[in-house]
C-alpha cells in the first residue's frame, strides 16, 4: 500500500499562487509517475499534470505556462506550483501515484485539497 498525505490548498483570489505538496510512504517502489489531478462539483476526475521518474512531464492544456510540477525523489514528494489561478481552477486536487506491478498499472490516490478561487 502507498500512502499520500496532501497538503498546501486553501482560499486564494484570482490571479493568486498556490503551492500543493505530496509527500508518498510505504510500498514506494516501482512508481512510474506521480501526479495531480482535481475534480470540481459536478464534472469528472481529470489531469492536472505528472511527472515521470525520469522527470518527463505531461500537463493539461487548461494550466500550460500556469502551472509546474515537480518532484524530489530522495523525500517521495511532488510539488505542484500554481499561479495565475482562475475560478475555473476552483476544485478539489488529488495527489496520484502510478506504479506498475507484474505488468499491471496501479494507481494509489490521497484523500484530497480543496482548491478555491474567489474574491
Known amino acids: 500500500q502507498v500512502q499520500l498525505v496532501e497538503s498546501g490548498g486553501g482560499l486564494v483570489q484570482p490571479g493568486g499562487s498556490l503551492r500543493l505538496s505530496c509527500a508518498a510512504s510505504g510500498s514506494i517502489f516501482s512508481i512510474v509517475t506521480m501526479g495531480w489531478y482535481r475534480q470540481a462539483p459536478g464534472k469528472q476526475r481529470e489531469l492536472v499534470a505528472t511527472?515521470?521518474?525520469?522527470?518527463?512531464?505531461n500537463y493539461a492544456d487548461s494550466v500550460k505556462g500556469r502551472f509546474t510540477i515537480s518532484r524530489d525523489n530522495a523525500k517521495n514528494t511532488v510539488f505542484l506550483q500554481s499561479n495565475s489561478l482562475n475560478y475555473e481552477d476552483t476544485a478539489v486536487y488529488y495527489c496520484n501515484v502510478r506504479r506498475l506491478l507484474a505488468g499491471v498499472f496501479r494507481d494509489s490516490w490521497g484523500q484530497g485539497t480543496q482548491v478555491t478561487v474567489s474574491s
Open positions: 511527472i515521470g521518474v525520469s522527470g518527463s512531464t
